[in-house]
């Protein structure tokens, strides 16, 4: 089997296709990037062996199941917690900086959103480092950790918190000790104190963000396969969720699209963290 996809004389019914899935299940498959799609969906049908997105609508008809496994594919849900552990070194004087802000100022609100924060690695992250840098002040600050996601069943297992052994490898021991407590053979439970701070919530990037006044947005590794224009949009609904002087992180290899890079600062731009500017 070669890499090709094996669709290509059907590209004209690909339009068919997301139209038929935008309309099963209200998932805009257009908002993607076309080669994006193209390889994931010919990833699909080599796995169920077919040749064609006709013979795939069909299976569609015939096991609606394989929806959810054609959204699993194209919105993938790998994560990690402290994912990049450089970015977190840089996070860590940010957020100790925007602390002693808040403490000299009237404001005692810090609020995040984890945009695409799947099985809940990423937002208990940003909840244990804010628990360390905030000490003893933490009862002088109301913090809350907005972490949304599309799908239904990444956002389950993040409710739960609950993670086998191995994939707590990056939390440092010291949070390790501080923030799990073990609930069975290898499987840890973030602590009370750690999930109080969260509030999952099922939200698509597609549609306009209810929040304001963010102080800090995470969106990493997930609209990298948007398209240009989505890309945009997402952005703007970033910028109108930030607070004056908010940060905005995304993934190593996500950019902000220029129309948008002019209107962030670049606080350390190699590692994509942005900020909307105070007066802004
Ligand atoms: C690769 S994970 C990234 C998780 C985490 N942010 C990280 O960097 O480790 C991408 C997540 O984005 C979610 N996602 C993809 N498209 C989305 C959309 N349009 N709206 C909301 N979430 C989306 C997926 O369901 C998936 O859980």
């Given amino acids: 089997m070669t890499d090709t996809p094996p669709v290509q004389a059907y590209r004209g019914s690909l339009e068919k296709l997301i139209a038929k899935i935008g309309e099963a299940r209200g998932f805009d498959l257009g908002n993607y990037r076309r080669a994006y799609i193209e390889r994931r969906i010919a990833a699909r049908l080599r796995t169920v062996g077919l040749h064609s997105y006709r013979q795939y609508a069909d299976l569609l008809d015939e096991d609606p199941r394989e929806y959810d496994e054609l959204i699993g594919t194209i919105t993938i849900n790998v994560t990690d917690f402290f994912r990049d552990k450089v970015v977190w070194s840089h996070l860590r004087p940010i957020l100790k900086e925007m602390i002693a802000a808040k403490r000299v100022g009237r404001s005692r609100a810090l609020r995040v959103w ?29 913090v809350s950790v907005t972490a949304s996601d599309l799908d239904s069943d990444v956002l389950e297992v993040a409710r739960q918190g609950v993670y086998e052994r191995e994939r707590l490898r990056h939390i440092p021991p010291s949070y390790q000790v501080r923030f799990l407590q073990q609930v069975g053979e290898g499987r840890f439970e973030m602590a009370p104190e750690v999930k109080r701070l969260v509030r999952f919530q099922k939200l698509s990037l597609f549609e306009p963000a209810p929040f304001r006044v963010m102080d800090l947005i995470m969106c990493r590794n ?59």
């Fill in 114 to 142: 984890s945009a695409g924060c799947a099985t809940g690695e990423e937002p208990y992250s940003i909840a244990m480092l804010l628990l360390d840098l905030l000490g003893d002040h933490a009862k002088d600050f109301v």
């Fill in 222 to 280: 997930v609209f990298i396969y948007f398209d240009r224009d989505q890309q945009v949009r997402v952005l703007e609904n970033f910028w109108n969720s930030l607070a004056r002087g908010g940060y905005l992180v995304l993934g190593r290899s996500e950019k902000l699209a220029p129309e948008m890079a002019a209107r962030f600062e670049a606080i350390v731009g190699r590692e994509r963290i942005y900020r909307r500017p105070s007066r802004a």
